[in-house]
């Protein structure tokens, strides 16, 4: 009986390999592993000298070679294939221990390209496909956690079931399409290929999740493959619960608003949707504001700040049920503070403001799959346009360009009123404009004299200017682009209101 042992990741290997020999097997290796064996006292035949043929070319060809191949791939109960077996002098290979150069570890450090190619492997895979291929007559194992499945069963009843081998195949073909598509990843962005012809996504699993959007639906929570500053899945939970699903979504959504302020910002989030956002001189201030926004819906929500929090802040918090709280970091005494809520989710993100430029979006439909660029720009600066003949003053074009932060974040469709750096009315994902700021309006309720309106996408109709001027709103801002511009324009003379155009829309749906 023949193992074959060609690892990078050498966890655990000596004492199985020892145990391997404990029954009986004999082992073959290459390089780093085959020198670790041996400076274990472990007998290994070295690769090259099993075949015959030495490794060439600075180690890129080790294993290719029949007698490995063969001794993997032939039937052992096919006639035909033992007989060939015979005359070549290929003997089975029963058990195949890999695992791939370190692709992933390469590429994380920042390689040079020379280095990251030298580090995509070619003779694992093939092992590992051809091991995993003829699953009935080898048991292939990538990972060291499945050591011990091996042995136990090996101990036991001096094989392995074909129910296991079966099983370490599918983690085989996983693996290795895994590994291709970091390659194929890794050549795509250099090229900035964003949609190739056939795309394969690969992720790494974080956790499975108690469950998903309803306790029905099973869930799992993955992240890719390069490290990214500033991403969720980098966050550190530092007390409370495990996340959820819904957790994790919102807070993903409450992140990507969050990082279109550079000022001390707030943002609440609650069902996917912000319910609060403040701007101000400190985060605690900030907080104020985005708690008074809407001092009911808060409660149960998730809350993201780009500033450390304090004691002050953090006093505030304590005050309300939330569900997480994200930052960059906090004071000692502001986590004491926090940390006695037991079931309250702390997480720390470091670079919580980072941006992550050329990245792609993609979202599932039945059977398939949207890919499109990350929606990363706000406005163009020379694009911004007032189109009324009164101006906004210098504050309401703060806040309008507050609004808009807001309301890009907004599902469709959506509006957003805003009044010194506050939300103060939000209303998303309506199947009309008018019933979306209708919501907002009600839910301002006498906020909204002297706020801004910020909507995601041209007003059809002036509808919209109307109920804003009765609601007491001084001045909008919109893409523009409708075939009835005028009236809004029309409009907002008539009734006093400032109007910009963006020549820009934010759809998010």
């Known amino acids: 009986m023949k193992a074959l042992i060609s690892v990078s990741d050498k966890t655990g290997i000596v004492d199985f390999a020892k145990s391997l020999i404990k029954l009986g097997y004999e082992i073959i290796s290459s390089g780093g592993t085959c020198k670790l064996l041996r400076e274990n006292e472990i007998p290994a035949i070295e690769v090259s000298d099993y075949t015959n043929f030495p490794e060439c070319f600075e180690g890129r060809i080790k294993t290719l070679h029949p007698r490995i191949e063969g001794g993997i791939l032939f039937k052992r109960n096919d006639k035909a294939h033992q007989e060939s077996a015979k005359d070549l002098e290929i003997e089975g290979i029963d058990i195949v221990v890999c695992n791939l150069y370190p692709f992933r570890e390469t590429l994380n450090a920042g390689a040079s390209h020379e280095d990251i190619i030298e580090n995509i492997d070619i003779g694992g895979p093939t092992m590992l496909r051809a091991a995993a291929k003829n699953y009935e007559d080898v048991a292939v194992v990538i990972h060291p956690e499945d050591y011990n499945t091996i042995l136990e069963e090996l101990q036991t009843y001096n094989s392995v079931s074909l129910e296991t081998k079966e099983r370490l195949a599918a983690k085989v073909f996983n693996h290795t399409a895994h590994y291709d598509a970091m390659i194929a990843s890794y050549f795509n962005q250099k090229h900035n290929i964003k949609a190739p012809e056939q795309l394969t996504l690969t992720f790494d699993k974080v956790q499975d999740l108690r469950y998903g959007e309803n306790p029905h639906q099973s869930a799992a929570y993955y992240k890719q493959i390069k490290l990214e500053k500033g991403l969720l899945t980098n966050a550190k939970k530092l007390h409370g619960k495990e996340l959820s699903y819904n957790n994790i979504s919102d807070t993903n959504g409450g992140l990507e608003t969050l990082k279109e302020f550079s000022e001390p910002t707030i943002v609440a989030v609650k069902h996917g949707t912000a319910c609060g956002i403040g701007s101000a001189d400190t985060i ?94 706000l406005y163009n600066e020379g694009s911004l346009e007032v189109v009324t003949e009164k101006h906004p003053t210098d504050e309401e074009k703060k806040d309008l360009l507050f609004a808009w932060k807001m309301v890009k974040h907004t599902k469709s469709n959506g509006i957003a009123l805003a009044k010194n750096k506050r939300s103060v009315g939000i209303g998303s994902g309506q199947v009309s404009r008018i019933g979306a700021l209708e919501i907002a309006v009600r839910q301002a309720g006498d906020k909204s004299k002297g706020a801004v309106l910020a909507s995601d996408a041209f007003f059809p109709f002036p509808d919209c200017v109307e109920l804003a001027a009765k609601a007491g709103i001084t001045a909008i801002i919109q893409p523009g682009g409708s075939v009835k511009d005028q009236d809004s324009i029309d409009a907002a003379n008539k009734l006093g209101i400032a109007m910009m155009f963006t020549h820009q829309r934010h759809f998010k749906h």
């Open 284 to 377: 605690a201030e900030a907080f104020c504001k985005a708690y008074e926004a809407d001092p009911i819906s808060i409660f149960g929500g998730i809350v993201l700040a780009n500033r450390e929090i304090d004691v002050t802040t953090a006093e505030q918090m304590s005050k309300i049920f939330l569900e997480v709280i994200i930052a960059p970091n906090y004071t000692d005494d502001a986590l004491n503070i926090l940390t006695k809520k037991k079931n309250v989710r702390i997480l720390q993100l470091e670079n919580i403001e980072k941006t992550i430029p050329n990245s792609t979006v993609a979202k599932t439909v039945l059977g398939g799959l949207l890919l499109q660029d990350a929606d990363l720009e």
